[in-house]
């Protein structure tokens, strides 16, 4: 069955500490991969998808095919990177626009 | 430029009833996306227009039904509201073959 998975319900971390949020998934060929961030009381919005390779806030994503992961990033985390997190592959039928598949979430919390 | 808008923000619905929420895509997207999102839950895919069509539909029963006009803004209708339809609706708009922009939401409530 094809499945995205963010293990981590939660995650805290202190202000400069590196962060990781994890997402694996489970499909048939390779989609196009994105994470999604909503901070408090504003709307989801696009943090970054895997084939611009940017890096947006600090964050970088590296799409490992090997272990069908999607990991997200930061060296030293800030306080105002608390926010949920999404990863969502984009499993969209050919020729039709983008089709997100989102994870469960990961509520990120950076403490002072 | 608005972004993406949805009215209304917050719906009280009876079960059995049925409901319509309403989507103004960014300006110069074509494309609109429907999404669930549950308490505690990601986005759910419901479907998507393009054209005034819909064009890619998730797991969600034909109770859920929408409709796009010549201006892109959308609608979608929910027939015959459960208890278990009580989500945040979200509605995502983009020019074909982009990324998604999502809206605030409706707060759906059904009692």
């Known amino acids: 069955a094809q499945r995205v998975t963010q293990p981590e319900k939660l995650l805290s971390v202190f202000k400069g500490a590196p962060v990781e949020l994890k997402c694996n998934y489970s499909y048939s060929g390779s989609p196009e991969l994105f994470w999604y961030v909503q901070y408090s009381r504003q709307r989801l919005q696009l943090l970054l998808r ?63 | 430029d608005a972004g993406v808008t949805q009215s209304p923000t917050h719906l009280i619905k009876t079960r059995g009833q049925q409901v319509t929420l309403r989507c103004s895509p960014k300006s110069g997207h074509d494309t609109v996306s429907w999404y669930q999102q549950a308490l505690g839950q990601g986005p759910q895919f419901i479907f998507q227009y393009y054209e005034e069509e819909e064009r890619q539909r998730g797991n969600f029963p034909d109770r859920f039904s929408g409709h796009q006009f010549p201006n892109y803004s959308s609608e979608l209708n929910v027939n015959a509201l459960l208890l278990g339809d009580s989500a945040l609706y979200l509605c995502a708009s983009s020019p074909h073959g982009a990324p998604l922009h999502f809206g605030n939401g409706t707060r759906l409530t059904v009692t």
């Open chain 1, 50 to 112: 895997h084939i611009s390779r940017e890096s947006i806030k600090g964050f970088t994503a590296d799409l490992n095919k090997g272990e069908t992961s999607f990991h997200l990033k930061k060296p030293f985390a800030q306080e105002e990177d608390s926010a949920m997190y999404y990863c969502a592959p984009d499993l969209r039928s050919r020729g039709s626009n983008y089709k997100l598949t989102f994870g469960k979430g990961t509520l990120l919390t950076v403490n002072p």
